[in-house]
């Protein structure tokens, strides 16, 4: 990037919006799992116009501008594959409205996701989406990728949230899109095109958000069973007995063994795999729910159970589940990490699956994640040799194959970004890939926003 | 006019007895839900499959003949209407019901598969399809999904949207595509699902559905509140819902519908009251009880000079048949009615009453309040004569003014029932152009030789 494009960069947002040092750069050439190139230039934009005007000029001068939010996102949206502009919104961080009457907030897309949330909680309201990253992830971002998180069987994912967007176009044009009411059909659903498209085919920089009224009370139980199965007969003996938990998180064999070695918590030995469930609603419902549950949990062979309506107990009860992620790389230093979905039904048939798969292979391989809608974090531990990364290699495709084979998807809420983009093709048939390109080609004609995410590296831009 | 030849070549792809051509079979497929556009097409086909619904689309952009998909004609907008012509694709005989998957909470239909049968089956399972749109007798899957539709039970449960895991659809070129899939969550490229979910007819045809259903609530309560002042119960719609409760439905009818009602089937409604909310509470026992108490005193609060729960189901089916008959004490009492389909944030329903009110005394009209208060869909309505060309144009204008000034306090045109012919207009002015022009050209790239429902939403 010439020095006169690098002027007219800081003319546009302000000479301390920009960052120039490699030190500095190189802080955003990677996010929570991928590593890219180092940008030319790091900009923090501060209102819609200075976005339109560097995607103007990202136009002219032909170089790639990369949205990003805090870099916490897992599949390499967020990360330049060829230097360019990497632009930051965690300046443009206002909640501008919350509007208490209509259930409605409008927010800046580098506002915190936990902390709209408690500001939202202040007055009685609960804005559900919750990433596992959500003490740090920018709302912009959870919109980008379509965020879920442990509770969208019952309080749905991102897209079920957002109502409308103001966002800028590659070209640089400003549209605003969306309603402000619960229904709204006028004209195609660009919103919905908008959310999941991971920064390539606009810039998001305002979101309008629906909220609800924030549940009075929870209760949470801990549940234990000495196989896989008996833990996915009582998930569906839950949802048929009409109780939808906000939140059915499981761990399979090998995440309990490794949560329990790094942060003992007394799981049972023998145990084959954990439930964490929480019902929440007014006081009676809580109560009422947990009251049909025991006798289901009884019935379904747990082994096991704990159960608090206390929310700092709750926490206890959390513990294995929130130690995990970390503790996995007590088994290994490299995580190769998947983030599959298959029919609820078929939950048991994958996790055998994927031990068969770890035994042949001779390397960890440990699931959690969503028992309620299907959604697991398959977790591939590998030592950072080439034989290891040939073995999750083989494993992923396996994995992704077996998924498909149950009607299931390649992922759930983490989205394609680089890391997944080689897979797709595995999953979307060659006319909606077509179909898919066509559209980016119609929005970004000269390929500036977020190049090389998404499309297997075969298809031209 | 299409040629001979190209309806030769649909009865060889679609069998002779799934081709209409007379005169009175173009009549019956010309119009919709109301009888306010009329457009006769030049041929009717039945497919039975996916793969006959391909070739008829290579056929008609091959020969550039318009083609209208049409469920069971009953959307309210003109979607339906061949407004050029062509080729109406009937989906009424692709009506099997795939798949009822319990254990996973999903089902696969055919498109043509009436919400009513589909509902039916649900039943034997305990499920539901909660998208309700009042047409459901005779309204169709696909014509569901191309229309977002919804109704009464979506301020609880969200529109048609939320419940759309996946579909496989015909594009205009006659391409099969699968999109979105089976589950729950799904982020694997970009969203045509959702683009192709009210599209009208515009992008393709749906030809299969997977649908998300839910558990049917154990239990429900219907609650009656009757106000003196329609804006008083407009006010307690956005109370209740500030103070945490979600109802299943909340309903509002005006004191014109509560006595065309009472005169059609006498049920005891107040005939003297300015307007009712109709509100059902469902799900566990618990939580019932604990909303309808709720609601009643929050109704209570806010000016209702009459609250009642309703004893029985007995009691409940009868109010609730009474809502549902509210469209047609409508439309059965003039020529021409002229209906909308308004949305407006919540907390602005009582704005919207009044300023309906003030319209309709300007113009000297009677106006009709009813709708889906609790997502601030309302269905404000002009009995008029269409033939009464001075009455029809004073009607019509004052609606004009109504929808803008739903726009103006945030809201918009259409909350289910499309665009079509009927919004047109009010589309292309209350819309960015350059948000116009890119919905166009999405149009445009999908289909090039724009035969999939031309003259629809923006032309």
């Known amino acids: 990037m010439n020095s006169r494009l690098i002027d007219k960069i800081r003319e546009i947002v302000g000479k301390e919006n920009v960052l120039i040092s490699e030190e500095e750069r190189k802080c955003y050439s990677f996010d929570a799992r991928a590593h890219g190139s180092v940008p030319d230039l790091v900009i923090f934009p501060k209102s819609a116009s200075q976005v339109s005007e560097v995607l103007k000029l990202a136009n002219e001068h032909n170089f790639p501008v990369i949205p990003r939010g805090q870099g916490s996102g897992v599949t390499g949206g967020a990360v330049s594959i060829s230097g360019g502009v990497v632009m930051v919104f965690t300046k443009m961080n206002r909640i501008l409205e919350i509007d208490k009457e209509n259930l409605i907030a409008i927010v800046e897309p580098g506002v915190i996701t936990y902390e709209f949330q408690e500001e939202v909680k202040k007055h009685g309201l609960f804005y559900p989406p919750d990433p596992a990253s959500h003490k740090y992830s920018t709302i912009g971002g959870n919109v980008a990728e379509c965020a879920g998180g442990p509770n969208s069987l019952k309080y749905g994912v991102t897209r079920d949230y957002v109502l409308g967007l103001q966002v800028v176009l590659p070209t640089g044009e400003i549209i605003e899109t969306g309603v402000r009411t619960m229904k709204g059909v006028v004209g195609y659903d660009l919103t919905r095109l908008f959310v999941g498209s991971e920064g390539t085919l606009c810039v998001i920089t305002k979101i309008i958000l629906k909220l609800i009224p924030l549940p009075e009370s929870k209760a949470t139980l801990l549940v234990f069973f000495r196989e896989v199965e008996d833990a996915a007969i009582c998930v569906s003996g839950i949802i048929s007995a009409r109780i939808v938990p906000a939140v059915m998180e499981f761990m399979d064999r090998a995440s309990v063994i490794c949560s329990e070695m790094a942060n003992p918590i007394g799981i049972p030995e023998e145990t084959g795999a954990l439930l964490l469930i929480e019902v929440d609603g007014d006081e009676a419902s809580v109560k009422a729910q947990v009251e049909k549950i025991i006798p289901i949990l009884k019935e379904k062979k747990a082994s096991e159970f704990r159960i608090t309506y206390d929310p700092k107990e709750s926490e206890a009860l959390w513990l294995a589940r929130r130690t995990l992620s970390q503790a996995t790389y007590n088994l290994n230093p490299v995580k190769v990490a998947e983030d599959v979905v298959v029919p609820r039904s078929k939950i048991p048939i994958l996790i055998r699956k994927l031990e068969v798969l770890s035994e042949e292979l001779n390397i960890p391989i440990l699931s959690f994640g969503h028992a309620g809608d299907g959604n697991f974090h398959v977790s591939i531990m590998i030592k950072d040799e080439p034989r290891d990364w040939e073995k999750a290699e083989k494993a992923v495709r396996e994995i992704f194959k077996e998924t498909i084979q149950l009607g299931g998807t390649i992922s759930g809420e983490h989205g394609i970004g680089t890391l997944k983009s080689d897979y797709i093709d595995m999953e979307l048939s060659r006319e909606a890939l077509i179909t898919m390109a066509k559209i980016k080609k119609l929005f970004d004609p000269n390929n500036i926003l977020n190049p090389g995410k998404i499309f297997p590296k075969y298809m031209k831009f | ?459």
Not at chain 2, 169 to 194: A, C, F, I, Q, S
């Open chain 2, 1 to 459: 006019m299409i040629k001979t030849a190209v309806i030769e070549e649909l009865k060889k792809i679609v069998g002779e007895g799934e081709v209409l051509t007379t005169k009175e079979a173009l009549k019956a497929y010309s119009y919709d839900g109301t009888t306010n556009w009329i457009r006769e097409p030049d041929v009717v086909v039945f497919p039975k499959n996916t793969i006959q619904i391909s070739e008829i689309l290579k056929v008609a952009n091959r020969e550039k003949v318009p083609v209208t998909p049409r469920g069971g004609g009953t959307n309210v907008s003109g979607g339906s209407v061949p407004w050029m012509g062509g080729i109406v694709l009937c989906t009424t005989k692709m009506n099997n019901i795939l798949k009822i998957d319990k254990e996973n909470l999903t089902c696969t239909v055919e498109c043509g598969v009436v919400l009513q049968d589909l509902n039916n089956a649900l039943l034997k399972e305990g499920l539901f399809f909660p998208p309700d749109p009042q047409s459901f007798l005779g309204a169709t899957i696909g014509g569901i999904i191309a229309e977002n539709a919804g109704g009464p039970a979506c301020v609880k449960y969200g529109v048609t949207k939320q419940y759309v895991l996946g579909l496989e659809v015909v594009l205009p070129t006659g391409e099969v595509v699968n999109l979105g899939g089976r589950t729950l969550k799904n982020v694997v490229g970009y969203d045509l699902l959702h683009l192709f979910i009210s599209s009208e007819g515009t992008l393709g045809v749906i030809t299969k559905a997977e649908l998300k259903l839910n558990p049917l609530p154990p239990s429900r309560k219907t609650i009656v509140a009757v106000y003196d002042d329609v804006t008083k119960a407009g006010e307690t719609v956005f109370r209740v819902l500030e103070n945490g409760v979600i109802p299943g439905k909340i309903e509002l009818l005006d004191n014109w519908v509560i006595n065309r009602i009472e005169e059609m089937m006498p049920m005891g409604l107040p005939r003297d009251a300015d307007a009712m909310l109709l509100f059902e509470c469902d799900g566990i026992d618990e939580a019932v009880q604990k909303e309808t108490e709720k609601v009643v005193d929050i109704s209570k609060k806010y000016g209702a000079t009459d609250v009642r729960v309703a004893k029985d189901t007995d009691e409940a089916n009868r109010y609730w048949m009474a809502r549902r008959a509210g469209f047609a004490a409508v439309f059965g009492k003039a020529k021409t009615v002229l209906s909308e389909d308004v949305t407006v944030p919540r907390g602005k329903i009582p704005d919207l009453i009044k300023k309906s009110k003030e319209i309709a005394k300007k113009y000297g009209l009677e106006l009709v309040m009813l709708g889906h208060a609790g997502d601030g869909n309302l269905h404000p309505s002009f009995l008029t004569d269409i033939s009464n060309k001075e009455h029809y144009e004073k009607a019509t204008k004052a609606m004009e003014e109504i929808i803008y000034a739903a726009v103006e306090l945030g809201g918009v045109l259409s909350g289910e029932h499309g665009i079509g012919l009927e919004k047109q207009k009010f589309f292309t002015r209350v819309t960015d152009p350059k948000v116009v022009d890119l919905m166009k050209k999405i149009k445009a790239l999908l289909d090039p030789n724009n035969i999939m429902n031309p003259g629809k939403i923006w032309e």
